[in-house]
């Protein structure tokens, strides 16, 4: 309900203006919801700013001492304080809801798992028919979600006495050969969470030793790369020292923007390269500045933000855009760890 009737707010406050006129502030764009940020959100401070305004505004007393409200003008408050310059998402996109899109910069710590039970693979018989239980996206994201907190708590906790007594272990190597879903019953106490995985061959076979196997298969159902349909025009490598001079350059700019609308910047970049860039039609040795330029944030150009100005390599071809997006991303997070 919720989602619906924002979607609708959204479309009113993309075609009001004054007089009821279109204008290039108002009109609401579509984002992909892989690529929406906490910036494009719409986020609402109800008892410090409407209701103060709705008290002001939108509420008058007749002689006879009823009130008279003034809905119009409530409505009018809302869409240019929170709905104007927010995207509507783009709800056709069902599949990418159950998606993850990740560098694996959340990969799980494989070693640090192996310390506290030796892995194994699961075999190729046991991955087939997990793949074949798990029927859709979100019955594998569940299943991932439900492993995460297994793993979780055996990095941080497993020992010889970590599980129950029933299950007699007497090593890392004995915690091994416990089934995930008799540690989730009887250690993490977790009742209902093994029959939720969806799969029997998870239930009654999979154990502690192939955590880190099933989670690389769940993990081949749910990421996908942010540019897979991308024409490969425009996914030329960046060489490793060109890499570092664009990014050394990116660091030294004295225009930075703050954590927030960097963010937003990349993730209008990304949905531009992962929607325009899937044929081949543009010139890769055009400058990616060029292309990029006229991309929209909130309403504005991004070739009209300082950071863009002054921070965006301008010599890069287009050809290597893939590439100096992720430059662009790591340049970002380092700089974060350094203001730290």
Same mark, same amino acid.
């Given at each position: 309900?919720? @989602?619906?009737?924002?979607?609708?707010?959204?479309?009113?406050?993309?075609?009001?203006?004054?007089?009821?006129? /279109?204008?290039?502030?108002?009109?609401?764009?579509?984002?992909?919801?892989?690529?929406?940020?906490?910036?494009?959100?719409? *986020? =609402? %401070?109800?008892?410090?700013?409407?209701? #103060?305004?709705?008290?002001?505004? +939108?509420?008058?007393?007749?002689?006879?001492?009823?009130? /008279?409200?003034?809905?119009?003008?409530?409505?009018?408050?809302?869409?240019?304080?929170?709905?104007?310059?927010?995207? $509507?998402?783009?709800?056709?996109? &069902?599949?990418? $809801?159950?998606?993850? =899109?990740?560098?694996?910069?959340? !990969?799980?710590?494989?070693?640090?798992?192996?310390?506290?039970?030796?892995? %194994?693979?699961?075999?190729?018989?046991?991955? %087939?028919?997990?793949?074949?239980? $798990?029927?859709?996206?979100?019955?594998?994201?569940? +299943?991932?979600?439900?492993?995460?907190?297994?793993?979780?708590?055996?990095?941080?906790?497993? &020992? &010889?006495?970590?599980?129950?007594?029933?299950?007699?272990?007497?090593? #890392?190597?004995?915690?091994?050969?416990?089934?995930? *879903?008799?540690?989730?019953?009887? &250690?993490?106490?977790?009742?209902?969470?093994?029959? !939720?995985?969806?799969?029997?061959?998870?239930?009654?076979?999979? @154990?502690?030793?192939?955590?880190? *196997?099933?989670?690389?298969?769940?993990?081949?159902?749910?990421?996908?790369?942010?540019?897979?349909?991308?024409?490969?025009?425009?996914?030329?490598?960046?060489?490793?020292?060109?890499? @570092?001079?664009?990014?050394?350059?990116?660091?030294? +700019?004295?225009?930075?923007?703050?954590?927030?609308?960097?963010?937003?910047?990349?993730?209008?970049?990304?949905?531009?390269?992962?929607?325009?860039?899937?044929?081949?039609?543009? %010139?890769?040795?055009?400058?990616?500045?060029?292309?990029?330029?006229?991309?929209?944030?909130?309403?504005?150009?991004?070739?009209?933000?300082?950071?863009?100005?002054?921070?965006?390599?301008?010599?890069?071809? $287009? @050809?290597?855009?893939?590439?100096?997006?992720?430059?662009?991303?790591?340049?970002?997070?380092?700089?974060?760890?350094?203001?730290?």
């Amino acid at each position: 309900f919720l @989602r619906n009737t924002g979607q609708e707010l959204l479309h009113i406050a993309s075609s009001a203006g004054q007089g009821g006129a /279109v204008s290039a502030a108002a009109a609401a764009s579509f984002v992909s919801p892989r690529f929406l940020t906490q910036t494009q959100a719409i *986020s =609402y %401070d109800l008892e410090g700013r409407f209701v #103060p305004f709705v008290m002001k505004q +939108c509420v008058d007393h007749t002689a006879e001492g009823a009130s /008279v409200y003034n809905f119009d003008n409530a409505q009018q408050y809302l869409m240019d304080t929170y709905f104007i310059g927010k995207p $509507l998402v783009d709800a056709h996109e &069902t599949s990418s $809801l159950a998606v993850q =899109y990740a560098d694996d910069a959340d !990969a799980i710590d494989v070693a640090a798992i192996a310390r506290r039970v030796p892995q %194994d693979e699961l075999t190729s018989d046991m991955r %087939d028919s997990i793949l074949g239980e $798990l029927r859709s996206g979100a019955a594998a994201l569940k +299943c991932l979600q439900l492993l995460e907190t297994v793993i979780a708590f055996v990095t941080a906790t497993a &020992t &010889t006495s970590a599980s129950s007594s029933s299950s007699k272990v007497s090593s #890392p190597g004995d915690l091994g050969e416990v089934l995930i *879903s008799t540690y989730m019953r009887e &250690t993490l106490l977790m009742e209902d969470a093994a029959g !939720a995985m969806e799969s029997k061959t998870i239930e009654q076979q999979v @154990r502690l030793k192939h955590v880190a *196997s099933l989670w690389a298969t769940l993990r081949s159902v749910l990421v996908k790369s942010r540019f897979q349909d991308v024409h490969m025009s425009y996914k030329h490598p960046i060489d490793a020292k060109r890499a @570092r001079g664009i990014k050394a350059d990116i660091l030294d +700019c004295k225009e930075i923007a703050d954590d927030a609308t960097l963010e937003a910047l990349l993730a209008v970049m990304q949905s531009t390269i992962a929607t325009i860039l899937v044929e081949g039609t543009h %010139d890769p040795s055009k400058a990616a500045a060029d292309f990029m330029e006229h991309a929209e944030l909130d309403g504005k150009a991004l070739k009209t933000y300082s950071w863009f100005q002054k921070g965006f390599p301008k010599a890069v071809p $287009l @050809r290597y855009i893939v590439d100096l997006v992720q430059v662009i991303e790591a340049a970002k997070s380092e700089l974060k760890i350094n203001l730290q």
